[in-house]
């Protein structure tokens, strides 16, 4: 065993004893260092003031006696392992010494080889004791860490069960409501076919809206399960998000007419894309914007690109959103309260903008919002550029701006 850096303490009355014990550890053991103190009182002082890895006492002092002193000091350092010096025959005393907690006993005349060897042991004694404690100090804290880890899994999985059943419930309740619908008018129609009367064109585009508004939410809740489940698959390639925008504005151009304003502000603009994906989050913007706005508010798209991104807003004029609600549309079916659909065939579950927002992290870009009450919201989709596109194309279309 190492013993460098150990420490014993000797205490002795007797200045002879004081003197040869310490010779005898410096010639057998020169890495220990040795304090000595000449009473009990003394060696109580030396105790408070250093850890020592072994104490060794005689027994016959003036004043306090090593009796004494031992069962002193395993009161105040039980680890300290002590040696008391007996007479030669004080076989009692000895026993009485363990009794009161020394660690061995010596029996003067002190044979010098039987000294070290006592003292070696107490001393190995107490330095793996230290190591016992602190390998379960070490353990604790593991323990501790572990039992926090659990704690923090396990509450992470009681929520994650508990958004499970809110989701379950909600789409269900969802999927009830168009299903019902459906569901009335099949028998109604059914009735009026066995009567013998006309079907109305009314009831079938009735018929008809329902089974879109549960395509709607089943193609919802299909992606939100894809998106949570990390199988939402995409396929990019090199795509220009402009040509995107100018496909949206030729799929939506007819139904708005000129309240669809296509602006924009660099011509050619390269992202590594899945161009179906990013049309979904597009469209579902440009929906929203018609949703939330009055029936002929117009709603503009702008394109450009900033520093190495590309950035699509999709401004519109119509109720805007509350600053409150604004950091919650994005949650899965959140819907602000007192926002009501505006314009447009159907209300949505609140599924849209986390579909949205996940698509765009997935391609390591970021949408943001802002939104003034009353006057209108602006959502921005930053994607990053492609990075070969990046130099060539901001240089050719710096200042050029289209109006479409
Ligand atoms: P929903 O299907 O209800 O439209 P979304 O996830 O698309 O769900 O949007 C969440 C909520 O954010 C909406 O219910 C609405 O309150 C608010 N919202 C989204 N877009 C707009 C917008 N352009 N203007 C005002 N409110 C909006």
Not at 99 to 110: S, T
Not at 172 to 187: D, I
Request: hydrophobic share 40%; charged share 25%.
């Amino acid at each position: 065993m190492n013993m460098a850096k150990s420490r014993v303490l000797i205490v002795d009355d007797d200045a002879a004893l004081l003197q040869a014990l310490p010779q005898a550890i410096a010639l057998r053991l020169p890495e220990v260092a040795v304090d000595t103190a000449k009473s009990a009182l003394e060696a109580l002082k030396c105790a408070k003031a250093c850890e020592y890895d072994a104490i060794v006492s005689d027994i016959k002092m003036p004043g306090m006696d090593g009796l004494a002193l031992i069962e002193h000091l395993h009161k105040l350092y039980p680890d300290i392992p002590t040696i008391l010096i007996t007479g030669h025959g004080e076989r009692e005393l000895a026993i009485q010494a363990l009794r009161v907690g020394a660690y061995d006993f010596i029996q003067k005349p002190i044979d010098r080889d039987y000294f070290i060897a006592a003292l070696q042991r107490a001393m190995q004694k107490h330095h793996m004791s230290k190591q016992i404690a602190q390998q379960q100090q070490e353990l604790e804290q593991y323990l501790a860490s572990l039992e926090q880890t659990v704690a923090e899994r396990t509450h992470e999985l009681v929520e994650a069960n508990a958004a499970k059943d809110v989701f379950i419930s909600m789409a269900s309740h969802e999927l009830k409501t168009p299903l019902t619908t459906l569901k009335g008018m099949a028998q109604m129609l059914l009735k009026r076919v066995e009567r013998g009367y006309d079907i109305e064109l009314r009831n079938v585009q009735l018929l008809e809206n329902a089974v879109h508004r549960m395509e709607v939410l089943v193609d919802d809740l299909l992606n939100t399960s894809l998106l949570e489940t990390g199988m939402f698959a995409l396929h990019r390639q090199q795509h220009d998000v402009v040509q995107c925008c100018r496909d949206l504005k030729a799929e939506y151009g007819n139904e708005m007419g000129e309240l669809l304003i296509l602006d924009i502000v660099t011509p050619k603009l390269i992202c590594n894309i899945d161009q179906e994906r990013i049309g979904q989050v597009l469209l579902n913007l440009l929906s929203n914007a018609r949703k939330y706005s009055p029936a002929n508010s117009p709603v503009t798209i702008r394109v450009e690109s900033r520093d190495t991104e590309a950035v699509i807003s999709v401004i519109d004029r119509g109720v805007g959103i509350d600053a409150r609600h604004l950091n919650r549309i994005f949650e899965r079916f959140y819907r602000a309260p007192g926002i009501d659909v505006q314009s447009g065939a159907n209300s949505g579950v609140g599924l849209g903008l986390y579909i949205t927002q996940k698509i765009i992290e997935r391609h390591q870009g970021r949408i943001i919002v802002s939104s003034t009450p009353g006057q209108g919201s602006t959502f921005c989709v930053h994607l990053p550029l492609a990075a070969e596109k990046l130099h060539s194309d901001k240089k050719k279309h710096n200042s050029v701006q289209v109006k479409e």
